[in-house]
């Protein structure tokens, strides 16, 4: 019945790590994003995929990366986690047709690099 | 650059009105959102903008100023749940969505 959802919803790790995080939407949605919040609450867009395809790649270390293997699904995995990466990772979904292009945000993924 | 100015911190009374300021200098406008987070959940949405004037839904109003690249959440009957960060974003002539810092709202009895 959720619209978007993440998993998981905590994260804690050690530094250098591999992780990944989950996002799924069942709202039929063609665009997915990912967001960064750290701790000032600044959003930050990281990625967004439209039909499988990136759209929006902002500058962000390429141990960030990007899976989708369908319309519903945007997974982010991370490579040797860093300090720095402690931050909130929220999936978001819109709907390309019409004007308005509404985000719908997941619950949000706490990740802690230890 | 792009950039997004709403106040950081606002304090308010239960019952009473608060308008929530935000000014924007972007590459392009496609249009205004007005987001509410609560502490440790998501973002929602609350409204969009994108001619000029108010639009009002309930006890919240929206106001945009295209050539003042200016707008303000304004709102009313304020309640405790109200309590909450409200984020100003704009769409810029890419469509990409830019977003301000937030502004943390703490209502008081």
């Known amino acids: 019945d959720t619209a978007v959802s993440q998993t998981p919803k905590y994260l804690v790790t050690q530094m250098g790590n591999d992780k990944s995080i989950k996002c799924e939407q069942n709202?039929?949605?063609?665009?997915m994003y990912w967001y960064k919040q750290d701790s000032k609450k600044f959003l930050k867009i990281m990625f967004s995929?439209?039909?499988?395809?990136?759209?929006i790649n902002e500058t962000v270390p390429n141990r960030f990366s990007p899976k989708s293997p369908d319309k519903a699904h945007l997974n982010l995995h991370i490579n040797s986690l860093e300090l720095g990466d402690s931050a909130v990772y929220f999936c978001?979904?819109?709907?390309?047709?019409?004007?308005?292009?509404?985000?719908?945000f997941g619950p949000g993924t706490r990740l802690l690099v230890l | 650059g792009q950039n997004i100015d709403q106040p950081t911190e606002m304090t308010a009374t239960e019952g009473a009105i608060v308008q929530i300021n935000c000014t924007y200098q972007?590459?392009?406008?496609?249009?205004l959102f007005w987001y509410q987070q609560h502490a440790g959940e998501a973002p929602t949405f609350l409204s969009y903008?994108?001619l000029d004037g108010l639009e009002e839904k309930g006890r919240f109003s929206s106001f945009l100023s295209r050539s003042k690249g200016y707008s303000y959440l304004l709102l009313k009957e304020l309640q405790m749940k109200d309590s909450a960060s409200y984020l100003c974003?704009?769409?810029?002539?890419?469509?990409?969505?830019?977003w301000g810092a937030g502004t943390k709202l703490i209502i008081k009895p």
């Open positions: 978001a979904s819109s709907q390309d047709r019409g004007e308005v292009k509404t985000q719908y």
């Open positions: 709202l039929g949605h063609d665009t």
């Open positions: 995929y439209n039909n499988k395809e990136l759209i």
């Open positions: 972007t590459s392009g406008f496609n249009g």
């Open positions: 903008n994108v």
């Open positions: 974003a704009v769409w810029d002539s890419n469509y990409q969505l830019i």
